[in-house]
């Protein structure tokens, strides 16, 4: 891949080398392919979709692979810690697709975060919250409303958790990773409840996350997980299109039995399980935003070689803004699906509840 010309430098700012990964398959880029299950070991692959970064239209081509015994699905190969911060930084100039966005909003929607907290209710009141990667800690902000008490601390590789802290959303802030030992340390045992809302599939080790997080819990404890389903019928029919993918920048879809089996192997006792609460209603109007933003012409971006004419740049937006009912057709279709699909395998994400076990006593 060749760095910006002068031409799309002049129009959008200069982008650091540094942050512009190598070709595909280069060790700047990406890892080494794997040969076997990140999760079980097992050999048994089959490839699940190769794409391009259909959100927001950076270079590359990505490969998913799902293991036929366990049926964990991951990037593969990953990308390397340089490639990871290039896929996730916002940079200047880059195209932005309002449509998608606002459909991906759904994630976080204020009625969502509700949900999340006041499926905790029925535990008490918790002394101390951790929430990870939790960025504005605009979850620990909702949760307040049913937990005024609570003492809300976040966790996020970004500096965002500071602002949040500074906003009093929480009462302590930690940049880092949760696997990190310097903040391991300082977060061993301390908490009643730790959540990770949509977070395992960011992470590169999903496994040693959730032994973090236990670690973090005072015996008796509860952990709260939200993650995306990769058996969801939605996946297996619309392939690349299937919104939840989001390649490059989610590295590991996780069945629920796996997640089930391995805080089971903790010592965990599963308090709550299911898809029914935690379901996104995004599926069409992912797919409708995503095949309609690439059936336009091409955006400009920072490392185009040949940017495009100005009609067409004046062509895309107006059949973006003319394809918007189209997008907002199907997100209509979703919520009224939403109250079937979330009790069949077209329900796309689940929620755990786990209490970590207390010392048996001698």
Same mark, same amino acid.
């Given at each position: 891949?060749?760095? =910006? ?8 700012? =200069? ?9 595909? &398959? ?7 392919? $794997?040969?076997?299950? !990140?999760?079980? &070991?097992?050999?048994r692959l089959r490839n699940r979709l190769r794409t391009g970064d ?11 692979? %799902?293991?036929? *015994? ?45 949900? %999340? ?20 800690? @605009? ?8 937990? =005024? ?36 340390? $300082?977060?061993? &045992?301390?908490? *009643?409840?730790?959540? +990770? +809302? ?7 080790? !999903? ?12 015996? &008796?404890?509860? +952990? ?23 390649q490059p920048r989610r590295l590991h879809l996780l069945p629920p $039995? ?13 308090? #709550?399980?299911?898809? $029914? ?9 992912? %797919? ?7 059936? +336009?012409?091409? =955006? *400009?971006?920072?490392?185009r070689a040949v940017p495009p004419t100005p009609f067409q740049r004046?062509? @895309? ?5 003319? #394809? ?6 199907? %997100? ?28 048996? @006593?001698?």
């Amino acid at each position: 891949m060749s760095g =910006p010309t002068a031409s799309s430098a002049a129009r959008t700012g =200069p982008v650091p080398a540094a942050v512009i990964p190598a070709p595909q &398959g280069s060790a700047r880029a990406h890892e080494p392919r $794997r040969e076997d299950c !990140p999760w079980c &070991g097992s050999v048994r692959l089959r490839n699940r979709l190769r794409t391009g970064d259909l959100r927001r239209h950076r270079p590359g081509l990505f490969t998913v692979d %799902a293991c036929r *015994d366990c049926g964990h699905t991951f990037q593969n190969p990953r990308l390397t810690a340089e490639g990871l911060a290039f896929h996730r930084r916002a940079l200047r100039g880059a195209p932005r697709d309002p449509a998608t966005e606002r459909v991906l909003a759904l994630h976080a929607a204020r009625h969502r975060r509700r949900g %999340a907290a006041r499926a905790m209710l029925r535990f008490g009141e918790p002394e101390s919250w951790l929430d990870v990667g939790t960025g504005l800690a @605009r979850f620990p902000q909702t949760a307040r409303e049913f937990f =005024p008490y609570t003492s809300f601390d976040g966790t996020d590789l970004t500096a965002r958790v500071e602002r949040a802290r500074a906003l009093g959303r929480v009462e302590e802030a930690h940049v880092g990773a949760l696997t990190d030992p310097r903040v391991a340390a $300082r977060l061993a &045992g301390r908490y *009643d409840v730790v959540s +990770l +809302l949509h977070h395992l599939e960011h992470t590169t080790d !999903p496994r040693a996350e959730l032994r973090a997080a236990l670690d973090a819990l005072r015996p &008796g404890g509860h +952990l709260l997980v939200e993650t995306l389903d990769p058996r969801c019928a939605y996946a297996a029919l619309f392939g690349r299109w299937w919104l939840p993918y989001d390649q490059p920048r989610r590295l590991h879809l996780l069945p629920p $039995r796996n997640l089930r089996a391995e805080l089971e192997a903790h010592g965990c006792e599963i308090v #709550g399980i299911g898809h $029914r609460a935690a379901h996104v209603p995004h599926d069409l109007a992912g %797919a409708t935003a995503l095949a309609l933003s690439h059936s +336009l012409p091409a =955006p *400009d971006t920072p490392w185009r070689a040949v940017p495009p004419t100005p009609f067409q740049r004046y062509l @895309r937006t107006v059949l973006l803004r003319a #394809g918007t009912p189209l997008v907002v057709a199907a %997100a209509v279709t979703d919520l009224a699906l939403a109250p079937v699909v979330r009790h069949t395998p077209f329900a796309n994400a689940y929620r755990v509840i786990a209490r970590k076990p207390k010392p048996t @006593r001698r």
